[in-house]
């Protein structure tokens, strides 16, 4: 069992930044990726961005370019360095350890509680 705790949320106007942390606890024997989504009112849940245990990244298009996934391993923390932000980028992110296998991310169960994040425009 993963343990997952998302923080770094929180209100923002268009164009600013923030950073998004979701530190890790537990066991992780089968995880090889960890994966960022997010949610939106009325929406499904979405991959925004993941990191492989050897440092690949691959994100959505709509944050290509504005959005940074890395990841502290002596910390067993992964980030998201969220820029540019736009209006529609408001959503509840949530953190999930997952699988990557044949060019693609499978999450898994392990999902954290999730931060708001609200830009304003």
């Known amino acids: 069992q993963v343990q997952l705790v998302e923080s770094g949320g929180g209100l923002v106007q268009a164009g600013g930044s923030l950073r998004l942390s979701c530190a890790t606890s537990?066991?992780?024997?089968?995880?090889?990726?960890m994966g960022w989504y997010r949610q939106a009112p009325g929406k499904q849940r979405e991959l925004v961005a993941h990191i492989t245990t050897g440092g690949s990244t691959n994100y959505a298009d709509s944050v290509k370019g504005r959005f940074t996934i890395s990841r502290d391993n002596a910390k067993n923390t992964v980030y998201l360095q969220m820029n540019s932000l736009k209006p529609e980028d408001t959503a509840v992110y949530y953190c999930?350890?997952?699988?990557?296998?044949?060019?693609?991310?499978?999450?898994?169960?392990?999902w954290g509680q999730g931060t708001q994040v609200t830009v304003s425009s």
């Open positions: 537990g066991s992780i024997f089968s995880i090889n990726a």
């Open positions: 999930n350890a997952g699988l990557y296998r044949g060019s693609y991310y499978y999450p898994t169960a392990n």
